[in-house]
Nanobody
Framework: QVQVVESGGGLVQAGGSLRLSCAAS????????MGWFRQAPGKEREVLAV????????YYSDSVKGRFTISRDNAKNTVYLQMNSLKPEDTAVYYC???????????????????WGQGTQVTVSS
C-alpha cells in the first residue's frame, strides 16, 4: 500500500517557477514509478512527466518538455516536479501518481494506475 500527498502548489506570475513535492508512504516506494499529471477545468487529465523507480528513465509530454523536470529521492520517499517558465495555461490541479508499471503512467492508463494523491492547485497569473 502506498499513499501519496502533493504539496507546493500556489499562485505564481507567468514566467515564474514552482517546485511541487509528492511525499509517499510505504516501505516499497523505491519499487514504484512515479508520475505527475494535471487537470484544468473542463479538460481531461493529462500526463506531464514520469520517472522510473531508480530515476534512470524519465518521460515528458511535449507541453512541458524543456520547462519541467521530474526527480526523486528514494531516501526521502519523495518525488519532485520543478516547473520553470510557467504560463497561464499551466493553471490546473496537479496530481501525483504511483504505479509499479512505468508504462501505465506514460500511457496515462488512469483506470489502472494504482495510487493517486488528492492534488494541489497551481495558478499562473498573466
Amino acid at each position: 500500500q502506498v499513499q501519496v500527498v502533493e504539496s507546493g502548489g500556489g499562485l505564481v506570475q507567468a514566467g515564474g517557477s514552482l517546485r511541487l513535492s509528492c511525499a509517499a508512504s510505504g516501505r516499497s516506494f523505491s519499487s514504484y514509478a512515479m508520475g505527475w499529471f494535471r487537470q484544468a477545468p473542463g479538460k481531461e487529465r493529462e500526463v506531464l512527466a514520469v520517472i522510473n523507480w531508480s530515476g534512470s528513465s524519465t518521460y515528458y509530454s511535449d507541453s512541458v518538455k524543456g520547462r519541467f523536470t521530474i526527480s526523486r529521492d528514494n531516501a526521502k520517499n519523495t518525488v519532485y516536479l520543478q516547473m520553470n517558465s510557467l504560463k497561464p495555461e499551466d493553471t490546473a490541479v496537479y496530481y501525483c501518481a504511483a504505479d509499479q508499471n512505468y508504462g501505465l503512467l506514460v500511457a496515462s492508463s488512469y483506470g489502472r494506475i494504482d495510487y493517486w494523491g488528492q492534488g494541489t492547485q497551481v495558478t499562473v497569473s498573466s
